[in-house]
């Protein structure tokens, strides 16, 4: 059944009856769950207004093809001619372990600032600044400066940390591409202890993260520690990092 041909419809029946009454009236719907995938004969208008909210297996790191077809139903929704707002819920994600999704989410938003998005709507966030850092500020920075890129803006973050900055990069892209490179063996651990990425992840975190994990990203955190050593405002930012990891 064709539920997004469906909401489509009815949110564009709903405008028509809302112009009798005013001419400039505006209706919002969402795009969600089963009514996810837009309608190739039906047009809409920009005085309707969806929010585009991805849904079930797409949080991060996700798989390159499932990146681009999400980018894909973006792009067939504002083929309808309505205007699109993001609202993503993968925020919820991660609880406090060193999870970065920084790249995959950046390159998404800034994709989708090019392609018409007027308004974003994050549905909570960690804001696990020790191990999280990278993702939460490209977040809020490319929000504010849609205009920079990604890179540039991750470049800006890692310059925070002075003469660790090179090991404090290489220290977040550790957690980042092991991420990505854990990313099914993940799924299949997620399923097995029950756990969500949204309220129960904490039941598969020990799984996700063995002790294992951390030997490499303390080594280029202490790195960091060594070169920031002589400078205490950056010292102090290394050590922020620090706790996370004990945390």
Known sequence: FDAGRRYAWFYKRIHELAKEHDPDAVVNGYIYLNYFIAPKDIKLNP???????????????RDPEAQRWLQEQW???????????????????GGTMPLNYATQMGEELHAFYQKGCIGTDFDYLTAQWAVQGPTVYLLHRHLSRP???????????YRAFGP??????????????????????????????????????SRAAGALFPKSAFDEASRLLAQAEAEAAESPGHRARVRYLRLGVTH
């Open 47 to 61: 005085n309707i207004i969806l929010t585009f909210v991805p849904w079930g297996g797409w949080y991060y790191p």
């Open 75 to 93: 792009e067939h929704w504002r083929a309808t001619g309505a205007r699109l707002l993001y609202r993503p819920n993968f925020t919820l994600d």
């Open 147 to 157: 205009d920079r890129s990604p890179k540039a803006l991750l470049e800006e973050y």
């Open 164 to 201: 660790a900055e090179k090991s404090v990069a290489r220290y977040f892209q550790y957690w980042e591409t092991y991420a990505f490179e854990n990313r099914k063996r993940w799924q299949q651990v997620m399923k097995q202890a029950g756990a969500t990425n949204l309220l129960t992840y």
